[in-house]
């Protein structure tokens, strides 16, 4: 924990975009030692409690109702966990809470993918989801899909999660440039998402903070049509995060804002966090839990998770995970947290996942490898 306090300022706003009937996304924001969830002003300006805050983009798919229920249950899932499970930990650690957050995020794909086995009519629901978390000096982040998360320091804006998405792929393997890869038109194909199948590998990372952090969480209707860059110009005229949120968003639609757009800002600032050092040391940091972050006593399994390419990366391999409590009875459709304005769902889109879609998406990519492979 840090010698100091750490103080967040933070807003989040949705918008339907100009081209989207109904808005798919879901956003949250909570303080978990206060137990608030909302945008009321103690939540918008407050110091980092000893069980940390929360905040957290989803972006569902698979038509208007499926896709709208799909994002809210996973941000009511994943803060009702932490805000019980983890509230009331014992223990309380890094390790600790980066496993509850893991933990929170596969429960929500369990529940999700449960309630669309047992309503037919909402077969294909599925969202993405970036978590993020302010514990102590750290910041945690827990990513499914291809929402992402941001980070502003020393007038650079850095991208701290990686898309799980064919494109990405591609573009690791050197197959392709980033620029080409945000041209394609198979861009919006992702590997993952909560709730089309029965597991998921949750992509745990973590980033150091220090004193004036930007932390910038959106949708793919905010970084399909905005760059990093201008994120970081917006943020030198808009320090503010509820007037950078609406800035994001406008300069999103200025350019035809083809999908529904979300964004959460969280300033940084307090004794809690070190001088600024500059961005050296800001990007993607895989995190790999100790086994010994499971709760003594709570029934762990190992179990195979899903690969998604030939190789896998360092610290892809299987780990212990909690095997999920299956639920008694169908979650009912969760209240939205307050925002500036709510809207309802969108039409289904092109880049609804599940396992014929990764299938399709393996089988492409592994004709791509070839195809290099004989060049």
């Known amino acids: 924990m840090t010698s100091g306090p750490v103080r967040v300022s933070v807003f989040g706003k949705t918008d339907l975009g100009l081209a989207r009937e109904h808005n798919e996304d879901a956003f949250l924001v909570a303080d978990l030692s206060a137990r608030n969830a909302s945008l009321q002003p103690e939540i918008r300006d407050h110091v980092v409690g000893p069980k940390g805050s929360l905040f957290l983009v ?5 038509g208007a109702a499926a896709g709208e229920l799909a994002s809210q249950m996973a941000a009511d899932l994943i803060y009702t966990h932490l805000s019980t499970v983890w509230a009331t930990d014992d223990e309380s650690s890094d390790e600790r809470f980066a496993y509850r957050m893991r933990e929170a995020v596969e429960l929500a794909n369990h529940r999700i993918h449960e309630y669309a086995r047992e309503h037919p009519e909402l077969r294909g629901m599925g969202t993405t989801a970036t978590v993020a978390g302010v514990y102590g000096a750290a910041l945690w982040l827990a990513q499914i899909g291809d929402s992402r998360a941001y980070l502003a320091r020393g007038g650079e804006v850095i991208q701290l999660t990686k898309d799980q998405s064919l494109m990405q792929r591609l573009v690791d393997a050197g197959e392709m440039t980033e620029e080409e890869a945000e041209q394609s038109e198979r861009r919006n194909i992702i590997l993952q998402a909560l709730g089309p199948d029965p597991r998921v590998k949750v992509d745990l990372t973590h980033q150091a903070l220090e004193r004036g952090d930007t932390l910038i969480i959106c949708s793919d209707g905010l970084s399909g049509q905005v760059r990093r860059e201008e994120i970081g110009e917006l ?8 007037e950078l949120c609406t800035a994001l968003i406008n300069l999103a639609n200025s350019r035809g804002g083809p ?35 499971a709760p003594t006593g709570e029934r762990v399994v190992v179990r195979k998770t899903l690969e998604l390419a030939s190789p896998s990366a360092p610290g892809d391999e299987a780990g212990l995970e909690p095997e999920p409590t299956p639920p008694q009875t169908a979650p009912a459709p969760p209240a939205a947290p307050a925002d500036e304005a709510p809207a309802p769902s969108e039409p289904a889109r092109a880049r609804g996942p599940g ?9 492409l990519l592994a004709m791509l490898l070839v195809y290099a492979a004989t060049r």
């Open 259 to 293: 999908d529904n757009i979300t964004v959460v800002v969280a300033r940084l600032e307090g004794e809690g966090l070190p001088e600024s050092g500059g961005a050296g040391d800001v990007g993607y940091q895989r995190y790999r839990l100790p086994e010994t972050a």
């Open 235 to 242: 943020i030198t005229e808009y320090p503010e995060p509820a």
């Open 355 to 363: 396992s014929m879609l990764v299938a399709i998406a393996l089988i």
């Open 58 to 62: 989803a972006d569902g798919m698979g």
